[in-house]
């Protein structure tokens, strides 16, 4: 194909603004799906792959529009993955926006307009859902012309329910952006972006990549450059929207290649695949490790599990490169995992798959960040968790993010207030419009693991958006507060916090533990210390009675059943030196706040 | 005391889906092996259900009025002895009427029951203070009774009234001095702690009325409101409030009571121990020390060589059986070894006297054993004659440890 003829795009928007309903629209219009075919939301696949018994996500779809190949570049449902994002827009020459026409631009519109903007990409504004009867198309045109450095004109209005405007989106994207350039020489080294890779279990990894130079036939053996990982590709192709194989794939076009790979960690997301035989003597730029930045301990409940959970980790590792997992023993907890993520909403998600597709009970732990430890040695140390950072230390650096936040104007005062309360550093602030703000900050990304985001929408009524990247890290007045139970630590409720909160962090969570632990029999002292240095100190009382009264001929096997009950109970307490403690009391850190607020 | 303990939940599964009951074995049960059983049973239980009224905390299985249906019952009760006869050795060391409110039951059947039931040792009536008349005491002094556990509950009228009972202070001392004039020489006084609207000085006070009455034997429980009843509902609360100073009762109840010269003999039963009289309630040690004992009446549990049965407690079905010269339907229970040598560890743990542990040594954590006698709450104690001083044959819990019998039972049998 010309490459004159190519568009790639994608569509970015803030969640339920609408990408899914353009994508099947387009789907729809071009004819790539029939009527008869036509599901709702045919890319958000993984349903109907799993009904179909096969795990390749239809992560780019190829459609004709008067003569054009469009490649649509799906960036995941889960938007807020920056990193994710922007590797798939690597893959685009230019990006469809989409903004609700009710809801106007979200945080997360704003971070995927920048994200956009950074990779160069043309950007085709578009006001959806003008069909809904609180849509004010005029001011979220305005809001998005202002945003991308636009004309409110140039901003479509469509909307992708009734279908309304989307041919003038096809044309725009054919139109406005550019087509790909490259070198389409079939004696050009070859060069591919790997945008995303998906796991099948017959024919292993599946790389979806854009081709940047030259072009890939099947069979013909391939390498990642910056991994070296070498393999054949058995099989080249595109989506439309499901698999089809073609005799190559040729520069500017977007499709998969069939790796044949048992291991999605050999195929790194962001690497460059080129020929074994014409290898390419640069790799495409955008390569970067991704690192992990939360980090929670993942425990089953019910201790037998342990293999399954190992297995089901395994498996989403498969599909998804960003997981980290290593094991973990808790004397509190058991055997588990402490797991990496990217950031709150990937915990989340891994964490539902596991309990909803791998049927698993789990305890997290609270989640913490990434530390940098300067030791004494004069080492750096990277920590994962609270109860490996050294008691002796020089300094200790946390992450950072850059955090938006979109508020109506009324509620400026409360947001300011949550993050000097989380030890923010206001940046700046924009108006949108007249009625609503951006609030720019730099906040430790440890202040908004644990609750930030409810706390956000409570103090707003729900009418904040937020989104947030890394910024790097810097150096805090970090301390480590460690949790005594009867005179033992506890690894488990170790925890690193601010020094201007460690007092009230370590009163609240031994103020919880008195509750949550029951009582023994003797006093147990419960204290949270920095070091050698009490903080604070709870005592659960010793229990002076626990016997029923009554027990006669009718009785006894009654009370035997009782008995049993309370030895259940017993065995199901975890053994904290002589004390005994529930598993909720682990998780007690969680609800910290639940608990001092009310 | 009363081998019956029917929660309504229970009740309802036994009358709906009837799990686990059989037809009543027709050959007397088989020793299961190990444990040894006695080989024939000394303990005899007769539930007469019949009351005035319910009270409103009761869970035990009672049959309000019904005075049509005593003799029946009656007659229902000595065809069931008849059918057991040959489980009962031809001496019994005790009986026990429970109810219900066994002295509710027309006079006239009372007394024909009492005089067909076999003779023993110590035979025990359950009564309510009002219905003891000086003639009832006569009744029951005539036909053999030696022993009367009378269920005073508490000496406050306000307190009795939230508790449904008919007898006001009065009738229990006017009781207890009637039984004193017909001879009687071993009476028993129960006391219920935790009623809603106690204070600690009521409870006092309680003790120290009975006290004043000199009762050879008491019983202190605390109130156990049993969840999803109408009494639990009314006074849910106030439940939890009394649930929060139980443990300050209990410590009353047993310093107060040895504090007065009594025997705390088992965790809720003490006797007076002047006079080189043994006053605990024989029938009663026969269950904490794992004897065999058959009951009979309706909702009544016997438990002999190995299995425990539970009769039917409904009045109509277990009468017609009966009639028809039939056992009635039982709710049957295996007891393995390894359950008896639990339950000879958490009954025999609540009495003062040293449980020997040879028997029971295969179901006792030694480490538990260990931990506990290093927080004072158990220790190993000698049996006596001729044993090494350093191998102690029989285990105890010391005072602290009894009144948290139940979390150190679960601890040595985990």
Known sequence: ?598 | MRPTAFGGKQLRAFDRSWPGLTAAPAKPPRPLGGIASDALVRHLYVHLPFCAHRCGYCDFVTVVGRRGQHAGYVDGLLAELELERELLAPELETVFLGGGTPTFTEPRELERLLAALPAAAEVTVEANPETVTPALAELLRRNRVNRVSLGAQSFQPELLGVLDRVAGPDDVRAGVENLRDAGFDNISLDLIYGIPGQRPSDLAADIGEALGLRPEHLSCYELEAKPGTRFTHAHGEELRRQAEAMEGYFECVVEMLIGAGYRWYETANFCRAVGGRDLRSRHNLAYWRGRDYLGLGIGAVSTVRGQRWRTTPRLGPYLAALREGRRPLRELELLPDSVRREERVMLGLRLDEPLPFAAVAASVDAEALARLERLGLAQRVSLGEGEPPAAPGALTLTPQGRLLGDAVTADLLA
């Open chain 1, 1 to 598: 194909m010309d490459l004159e003829r190519i568009r790639n795009f994608s569509i970015i928007a803030h969640i339920d603004h609408g990408k899914s309903t353009l994508a099947d629209r387009i789907l729809e219009l071009t004819k790539t799906v029939s009527g008869r075919e036509m599901r709702a939301q045919v890319l958000d696949t993984m349903e109907l792959e799993r009904e179909r018994g096969i795990t390749i996500k239809a992560q780019a779809v190829r459609v004709n529009w008067k003569g054009n190949e469009l490649n649509l570049i799906d960036t995941p449902g889960h938007v807020d993955f920056t990193y994710e994002v922007s590797r798939s827009l690597q893959a685009c020459e230019g990006a469809v926006l989409v903004v609700d026409a009710a809801q106007g631009v979200e945080a997360q519109t704003v971070a995927n307009a920048y994200l956009a903007i950074e990779n160069n990409l043309e950007i085709v504004p578009v006001v959806n859902k003008i069909d809904l009867p609180q849509a004010d198309p005029d001011a979220a045109a305005a809001e998005l012309a202002e945003l991308v450095g636009g004309k409110p004109e140039d901003v479509l209005r469509i909307s992708a329910k009734t279908g309304e405007g989307v041919a003038d989106v096809l044309d725009a994207i054919v139109e406005r952006i550019p087509p790909p350039s490259g070198l389409v020489s079939a004696a050009a080294p070859p060069r591919a972006l790997v945008f995303d890779s998906s796991y099948d279990q017959y024919r292993g990894v599946v790389a979806f990549v854009r081709m940047v130079d030259g072009a890939f036939a099947a069979g013909e053996p391939l390498r990642a450059m910056a991994q070296g990982t070498r393999f054949e590709a058995e099989e080249v192709g595109f989506f439309s929207p499901t698999m089809k194989a073609a005799e190559t794939l040729g520069a500017g076009e977007v499709g998969y290649v069939i790796t044949g790979l048992k291991d999605v960690s050999r195929l790194r997301v962001g690497d460059t695949l080129t020929s074994e035989r014409n290898p390419a003597a640069e790799p495409l730029p955008g390569y970067k490790d991704v690192k992990p930045m939360v980090f929670a301990g993942l425990f089953p409940t019910d201790s037998d599990d342990y293999p399954d959970l190992r297995d089901a980790l395994e498996r989403l590792k498969l599909n998804d490169a960003a997981l980290f997992y290593e094991p973990e023993t808790s004397q509190a907890l058991g055997f588990g995992f402490r797991c990496g993520f990217l950031g709150l909403l990937h915990m989340e998600i891994v964490r539902e798959r596991l309990e909803r597709e791998f049927d698993l009970d789990l305890l997290v732990t609270a989640p913490n960040v990434a530390y940098r430890v300067l030791e004494r040695s004069g080492e750096w140390l990277e920590v994962h968790n609270p109860a490996e950072m050294p008691r002796e230390l020089d300094a200790v650096e946390e992450p950072y993010v850059r955090a938006s936040i979109i508020v109506p104007k009324d509620y400026v005062g409360p947001v300011m207030e949550l993050n000097n309360d989380r030890r923010g550093r206001f940046d700046h602030m924009e108006y949108l419009s007249p009625e609503r703000v951006l609030l720019a900050y730099e906040l430790p990304l440890a202040e908004i693991v644990l609750d930030y985001y409810d706390q956000l929408k409570s103090r707003t009524r729900g009418y904040a958006s937020f989104d947030y990247d890394v910024a790097g890290f810097r150096e805090g007045a970090l301390a480590r507060v460690d949790i005594l139970i009867g005179e033992e630590p506890v690894d488990a409720l170790s925890m690193i916090v601010h020094r201007d909160a460690a007092y009230s962090r370590g009163k609240a969570l031994v103020e919880r533990l008195r509750k949550e632990i029951p009582r023994q029999y003797f006093d147990v002292a419960v204290q949270a210390a920095i070091g050698s240095r009490v903080i604070a100190r709870e005592t659960v009382k010793a229990k002076r009675k626990d016997v029923l009264a009554k027990c006669y001929g009718g009785d006894i096997s009654r009370k035997r059943k009782l008995l049993e009950k309370q030895k259940a109970g017993k065995r199901r307490m975890k053994q904290v030196g002589a004390v005994e403690v529930p598993q909720e009391a682990f998780l007690a850190v969680l609800n910290l706040n639940d608990g001092s607020k009310k």
